[in-house]
């Protein structure tokens, strides 16, 4: 279904026209294809295609394992799928909690063989608001994903782990909002700068120099237009714009209590 861009960028369209006409109150796509949802959206997406409310298919041979290194319980077929979304969400946990950011609860992860946007297709993953989990595609049905984007360059494996590493931001910041945002930016920003921050030196160079026309971090200003047309463009610089602050920390707590210069908030 995802033979370019073009699609891609329509189903971000699609998500955002959806939140801000009230259709999905909790539709928070990251660019445009790794969303926040809740069962709103689920029920919606539902009734318009007539299917099951959910947005992920069960898995049926999945078992669930609890981490060793943290409470988060994750759902996979294997288990070195469940090894590797343990490691991942480690490094999650750890560059929040570098921030004085933690769980409050228990996190579950689910790996899918397919996810799906509530309004589209196939995306890479999502963080289910109402239920507090996180759904991830399997790594094995990644590369028809990444196809034609700065992702398709980077180590798939790599690439992978960063994925998980961002959708477990989104359950961490999740449970330690105190004051949700209107703007889509402000739950990408945490998500794409530390998914970025987790990747090898080296990859995160390759992925930083894909992206032409880069800006000064001290000018950057982040928005939905840009999340959604552009959501590598808004992931390099959220990781630019977090690594060159003083105290990159300080804009992750900044968006848990909805106080931030660099991103614009909409009226309620
Ligand atoms: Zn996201």
Known sequence: ???????????????????????????????????????????????????????????????????????????????????????????????????GISLRRPLNVQIMSEVRHPFSGAIFGLFDTKQERVLVTQEANIPSLVKDTPYAELPERDFYRSLIVH??????????????????????????????????SSVRDTFLQSIPNRASPDNLVFNDSILFFDPFFFAVHAYQHFKAADNGCAHLNGLLVGEVAFIPTLPP
Do not use: W
């Open 167 to 200: 959708e477990v931001v989104h359950g961490v910041m999740h449970q330690n909002l105190k004051r949700k945002s209107t703007s889509h930016a402000a739950y990408e920003y945490p998500a794409y700068a530390l998914q970025i921050a987790s990747l090898p």
């Open 1 to 99: 279904m995802r033979d370019d861009l073009a699609p891609l960028t329509l189903l971000g369209i699609l998500c955002f026209f959806g939140s801000q006409q009230g259709q999905a109150q909790q539709a928070v796509c990251g660019g445009d294809y790794v969303c926040i949802a809740d069962d709103s959206v689920a029920a919606a997406a539902a009734a318009r295609r007539d299917q099951p409310s959910a947005v992920a298919k069960p898995e049926n041979l999945a078992a669930q394992e609890r981490c060793a290194e943290a409470p988060v319980d994750i759902s996979a077929a294997s288990p070195d799928e469940r090894r590797l979304a343990c490691s991942a969400a480690k490094d999650a946990l750890q560059l929040l909690g570098n921030c």
